[in-house]
């Protein structure tokens, strides 16, 4: 027995209050402000806030249009209204994701097929999306899970060959490029989420993002009946009642977004630097199966989430879990349940025992902290408590 560990008693490596390092979102006082003069200015409800947002948002990815969404599962549920999905259709999604990137489609009446990810990467695989396609198959979401840009030109490529519209799912990807393009930019349409979790918290919130004038129009009187008014008349004449929501965003949300957008890609550099040196670390021990993108994808971290083979080592995940954690660490299994697994899918058809590829290498996901506060020295105590417990394997 190695009583260095701290499993087995022996003092902990990682030592530092982990609080203010991991805290996230870093609201300041400018977030502050921004809130409080929309409510001096009794700016609560209605306001030019989320069309700032929009303005400066689309500018920072190279968008042509950009929509202010209440959340970003209303963004998704825009685009798949304007594509027209209905009962009968199908549209294409892994299973490894966070379940509003399938849910929108339920609720229009059509069919999600799930479809394997890359074991290497955990995003979708072009090759499983092509077999999964049906002459029913209306759409593809792909997901650029964790901050991690899909292959995209394959996607792309499959898509277009056969006529498929591609609805990027960019919510973990703020600040993420594809071959020099921000995501959600390359697909037919792209959707972003502000929930305060996200790499830019606004608290709640979402964007679509599109270069289509006519999709976007529809889009904006799908939910937007104020903002119709405006657009020609083909559109105009819903002003009164709109297409069936009220999916516009608080402008207080909006006033939070819009601060956090001025220091997202500093917040993204911290991250990527403490966790590309935790990485870098890893890959030097046993069982760590760490992923570096290709030089055309520039990666951000919503997650830092690593495949670990314990069946390639004599420490199970579970146990390595136990020792990291007693070494102070904040280690946890990966947290999305596969969705074609849930029981709301499986009660309409879905057969849990497909999905073999995502089945197996969801096993080994675990999640570590993004570091997002800090300047370099709890990362170091963290690389310090892995090796430790990868002494003993
Ligand atoms: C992958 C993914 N898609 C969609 C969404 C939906 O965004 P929202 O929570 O803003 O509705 C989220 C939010 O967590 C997400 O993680």
Redesign the pocket.
């Known amino acids: 027995m190695n009583e260095n560990l701290a499993v087995n008693g022996g003092a902990k490596a990682i030592t530092l209050d982990q609080e203010e390092a991991l805290r996230w979102p870093r609201l300041t006082e400018e977030d502050e402000q921004a809130v409080l003069e929309l409510m001096r200015k009794n700016e609560i409800s209605v306001s030019q806030e989320p069309m700032k947002l929009e303005k400066e948002f689309a500018q920072f990815l190279g968008a042509k249009y950009a929509l202010a969404e209440v ?4 963004a ?1 549920y825009a685009a798949l209204f304007v594509l027209g999905i209905k009962q009968g259709d199908e549209v294409i999604c892994p299973s490894y ?2 379940w ?2 399938a849910m929108p489609v339920v609720t229009l009446g059509a069919k999600v097929v799930f479809c394997e990810v890359d074991p290497k990467n955990l995003n979708m695989d072009p090759e499983d999306f092509r077999k999964k396609i049906t002459p029913r198959t209306k759409a593809v979401i792909p ?1 650029h ?1 964790w901050g991690l840009p899909c292959e995209m030109d394959e996607i792309i490529a499959v898509a277009r060959e056969k006529k498929i519209a591609v609805i990027e ?1 960019a ?2 990807a703020h600040g993420a490029e594809y071959k020099g393009k921000k995501m959600g930019t390359l697909g037919d349409f792209g959707f972003y ?3 305060a ?2 790499n830019l918290p606004g608290g ?3 964007m679509l993002i599109t270069a289509n004038e006519d999709y976007y129009y529809q889009a904006v009187t799908l939910g937007h009946y104020r903002r119709a008014a405006d657009l020609p008349e083909r559109y105009s004449k819903y002003q009164h009642t709109c297409l069936g929501f009220k999916h516009r965003m608080s402008p207080l949300h909006a006033a939070i977004t819009r601060v956090q957008l001025e220091t997202l890609e500093e917040k993204n550099r911290i991250r990527n630097a403490n966790i590309e040196k935790l990485l870098k670390a890893l890959e030097e021990l046993p069982g760590f199966e760490i992923y570096w993108p290709p030089s055309y994808i520039k990666r951000v971290y919503y997650e830092n989430d690593i495949v670990y083979r314990g069946d390639k080592t004599e420490v199970p995940i579970d146990r390595l879990i136990e020792m990291l954690k007693a070494e102070g660490a904040v280690v946890r299994r990966d947290r999305y349940s596969l969705l074609h697994q849930q029981p709301y899918f499986v009660e309409r058809g879905s057969n849990p025992e497909d999905l073999p590829v995502t089945r197996e290498i969801s096993e080994h996901v675990i999640a570590l902290p993004t570091f997002p506060g800090d300047d370099g020295r709890l990362v170091e105590q963290y690389i310090e408590a892995f090796r430790k417990v990868a002494g003993t394997f």
């Open positions: 959340n970003g599962t209303a998704l994701t966070y509003a990137s997901v899970l799912d919510c973990h989420s502000f929930q979790s996200k709640e919130g979402g």
